[in-house]
Every structure is written in structure tokens, then in C-alpha cells.
């Protein structure tokens, strides 16, 4: 600034004009820039979140195959806990399943373990009541909960506050696993870090409960599926021999394909044949082969060898 009363030049204004156009060009570039770091930045969280889901999808697929051909649900229950918890960067995961009126422990990653067996010493069962406890308050509700700080105030009794502490955990979210619209367990995600976790956390945690309850209603089908079978295979049996008095007992079963050699064989119709023959001529059939059922292909040779037996006999003392 200049304290005189002067007019500025010609040269002294496009002077301070080339200035102002070098300012801004120089803001121009700042925001440029500060624009291509932003757009720099979003890129890079966009990857990161296409690889995250991305990775979590691969997940979700491979418990889904392997529920697909598991035999074992404990298998199941494991994968999906371990991949809960790494997935969303939490220290320990588990699970509480409904027995009865009462919540058990059951799959659990290693960093829960002693966390899990300490609290069910403390508590063998945990109740399934609204504003008790966390489990099961979501078994309750049939809704998730997410706890900031297991060791602050809030729902946690204070022995659960005690125990959370004792073993480093602060941060938990809760979630339901619902069959038919019914709450058969929760499945519990610890940190050690206070936090909160995300709504796309819970999403996969959700998603993850939902394939645990598949797994627990496929096993219960199939078990469901056997008792039937067995069921059906003893009634099945017991109308057989209520059919058949008579016959106490059962022939051996076959070892193999190939029917038993039989002295003389005859067909079913044939033995039929010669028994009413020998009874037409007057001749009775001794009593210790006289037959008493036909209900089953090998029971009717073994008859069909008696019979030609005693027919043989017969032609020897030539009374036929």
C-alpha cells in the first residue's frame, strides 16, 4: 500500500494483474490437487471395501458349501465362528444354543474358550429374559445388541462386567439365529478394543447366524428323518410277524446274490404240485417238513427241497 495519492501506471497494473493471475493459477492448482487426493483417497476406500466384500462374500460361499455337503454340524458351527470373528476384525466369537428354557455354550473360537467355560461356571444356563443379560436379551428380542464396553455400565451384570474385564474384552455385538421365525440361538462377537461395530459388521454377522440356523435345522431334519425310518422299519417288521404266528424265527439272510444250493430244487408252483399229488393219493407229509410258510422266495425253495425229498423217499419204498 502506498500512503500517497498517486495514479498507478500502466506498467505497475499489468504488473500487479499478473500477479493476481499467478495467485490464481496457484489456487487453482491447489484445488486441483486437493481434489485428486480426495479423489485418490475415495478410490483407494472403495477398493478396499470391494476387496472386503469381496472377501466376506467368499466367505459366506464357502460355509455355504460346506454346509451344503457336511455331515457334521459341530464342522459347520466351528468354520462359521472362526470366519465371524476375522471377518470383522474382533478378538473371539461364540455361540449360546437353546436347550429347553436355557441358553448353552457351544461352537467357540481358542481366544473365547477360557471366556466361555468361566461364564457358564458362573452361570450353567443363561435365561432367556428381556434386559438381563445380552444373549438373552437378543434370544428375547430377536433383535441384535451392540455393546460399546462390556466393562462400563450398561446391561452386563456386574460379575458378567468383572469377568469381561479379568479376560481384556470390551467391545461385543450380539445376534440372533432365527428358524422359522423362531430364536434357536445367538452367536457372540468380543473385542478387545472399545468400539462399536458397523451396520455392514452386524449385515455379516446376521448373515452368518443365518447360515448357522441352517445348519442346525438341516441337522434336526435329518435327525427327525431317521427316528421316522426307524419307525417305519419296526412297524414294518412287527406287521410281518403278526401276519405269520406260525413261523417263530427267520431264515438266515444271504451272503451273497447267488440263492442257496438246495437238494433237488423246485419251483414255488412245482412243490405246490407234488404236495397236492401225494395228498390226493392218501399219502400224508411227515410233519417234520411240512410246510408252513411261503411268504419269502428262500423259504419257498427250502420247502421246495423238502418236498422233493419226501418224494424221493416215497419212490424208494415204492409207494408212489
Request: hydrophobic residues 40%; neutral net charge; contains cysteine.
Amino acid at each position: 500500500m502506498d500512503s500517497r495519492i498517486r495514479n498507478l501506471t500502466e506498467d505497475e497494473v499489468s504488473l500487479l494483474a499478473a500477479f493476481a493471475n499467478q495467485a490464481s493459477l496457484a489456487l487453482g492448482k491447489a484445488r486441483l490437487l486437493s481434489d485428486a487426493e480426495r479423489e485418490k483417497d475415495r478410490a483407494e476406500t472403495e477398493k478396499e471395501r470391494a476387496e472386503t466384500e469381496k472377501e466376506r462374500s467368499d466367505a459366506l460361499y464357502q460355509v455355504s458349501n460346506r454346509l451344503a455337503g457336511a455331515h457334521q454340524t459341530d464342522e459347520v458351527l466351528d468354520l462359521i465362528v472362526n470366519e465371524a470373528a476375522r471377518l470383522v476384525g474382533a478378538s473371539a466369537a461364540y455361540m449360546w444354543l437353546l436347550e429347553g428354557d436355557i441358553l448353552v455354550p457351544s461352537a467357540v473360537t481358542e481366544t473365547a474358550a477360557a471366556y466361555l467355560d468361566a461364564t457358564f461356571v458362573n452361570n450353567p444356563g443363561l435365561a432367556v429374559v428381556e434386559g438381563v443379560t445380552p444373549s438373552g436379551h437378543v434370544m428375547a428380542t430377536k433383535k441384535p445388541i451392540d455393546v460399546e464396553d462390556m466393562t462400563g455400565k450398561g446391561i452386563l451384570t456386574s460379575a458378567q462386567r468383572l469377568l469381561a474385564q479379568e479376560h481384556g474384552f470390551h467391545g461385543a455385538t450380539a445376534v440372533p439365529l432365527l428358524a422359522n421365525d423362531k430364536s434357536i440361538g445367538v452367536l457372540v462377537v468380543n473385542d478387545k478394543r472399545v468400539r462399536r461395530f458397523t451396520d455392514d459388521e452386524v449385515s455379516l454377522l446376521t448373515a452368518f447366524a443365518d447360515q448357522a440356523s441352517l445348519a442346525l435345522e438341516k441337522a434336526r431334519l435329518l435327525a427327525e428323518a431317521e427316528k421316522e425310518k426307524e419307525r417305519e422299519r419296526r412297524r414294518r417288521k412287527n406287521e410281518r410277524q403278526s401276519r405269520c404266528p406260525a413261523y417263530p424265527y427267520s431264515l438266515p439272510r444271504r451272503r451273497s446274490g447267488r440263492s442257496p444250493a438246495l437238494p433237488y430244487p423246485q419251483s414255488s408252483a412245482r412243490a405246490s404240485t407234488i404236495l397236492q399229488q401225494g395228498q390226493t393219493m392218501g399219502h400224508t407229509t411227515p410233519e417234520s417238513w411240512r410246510p408252513r410258510w411261503y411268504s419269502t422266495r428262500e423259504k419257498v425253495k427250502v420247502v421246495s427241497g423238502r418236498v422233493a425229498e419226501g418224494l424221493r423217499r416215497l419212490h424208494e419204498r415204492h409207494i408212489v
